[in-house]
């Protein structure tokens, strides 16, 4: 009996992730409809901000209470997957906790017993998440960008997780209590779960220990793979893109804006007496947009940015515009980019290529009320604690509207003709500006 056991754990496990590469593939093909950008500058300064906010979770202590939570579950979840690798064993060989026989005692103990206290320590943090979210209602959580799927993504996530580490408690409990009846090889140390279950599962018969056993084995084992590819749906992407997201970062000086190339040159050549005016019209010279007005017009780190962003909403807190009651808030602008990808990545998998739906980032996602709200502050970069850019973005679509719309708000148009005009924003001559001297 034991190998149709072990195959049916090797076709579940094929199955899962299998389908979860598919995904993942299909989320790549999305990002890299985005437009071409080099950032494979500098790579030793970017593996040290890997280190420091990927991995080390850099930025998330600014919010200490968040930040804290956050880095128990980060830390539980990177070392309970240790437990996996041993349930993957099993699950192949049909064997019982095989690394607690080949392994010196205290290595095996020293391992199961901070797998056990992780995960009692995350289970206890997803619930304070979950109490901050729904009975707390910490403002930034359950405000109107994060309405309907978005806010039940969040909960459903520390659903899964709180039921995970629940399992893993259980598996654990029932495990050492069958051991300790002689039942099972005696391995492993468990002081958590040993401590919560003992009294009940001590009264229980073997048989029920041993299908409480197996049956919270079975359900952690399937909650692993539907987890995985519950990703694929959810906010919680971040956990596998916070580290190329984080890698690919811009590496200017905070709330430095970059040039458009095209425009640089034009403006380069016109300021050149020696330069060919001709040079200035060839083809490659002259952008197919100013700009952007769809998702596919972002360069690939900006949809790579927006499949990573955590709906954490530390920008839109931080954002100046939204806190004065406007309508932007950098977070919606970062789920804005990351729907209409998806649409566009749906519509081609149906067509083949992608067929034109009458639809564009700008005007049926984010609104021009929205992207002229921004200050420019660079408030919200600097919140984020992936390093996510959402200003890049409002700025990006700016340009389609000033350049190719000519569709910036009037006070906008008359400052810029002032300068154009006067070099200066003011609608007074270059030659009047000392009169006030005389006055
Ligand atoms: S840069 Fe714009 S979007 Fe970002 S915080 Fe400032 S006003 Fe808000
Ligand atoms: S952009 Fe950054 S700060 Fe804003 S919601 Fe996403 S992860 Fe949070």
Redesign the pocket.
Known sequence: MDYIQSIIFLLLAFAGIGLFVRNILKIKRNILLGKAENRSDNPSKRWKLVLRIAVGQGKMLARPVAGILHLVVYIGFVIINIELIEIFVDGIWGTHRYFGKILPSPLYNLTTGTVDILSFSVLIAVTLFFIRRNIIKVPRLNSKDLLGWPHMDGNLILIIEFLMMLSLLIMNAADFTLQKKGILYSCGFFPVSNCIFNNVFSTFSVESLYIMQKSAWWFHYLGVLFFLNYLYFSKHL?ILFAFPNTYFANLQKQGQLNDLDSVTKEVKLLLDPNADPYQASTEESVPEKFGVSDATDLSWIQLL?AY?????????SSCPANLTGKKLS??KI?MDVRDRIEEIGRNIDKNGNFLDDGKQLLGNYITPEEIWACTTCNA?VE????L?N?LSILIDLRRYLVMEKTAAPSELNSMMSNIENNNAPWQFSQNDRANWTKE
Do not use: D, Y
């Open positions: 971040h940015n990573t962003c955590t709906e954490c909403g530390r920008c839109t950098p977070r970062m919200c919140a984020c604690p992936l996510i959402p």
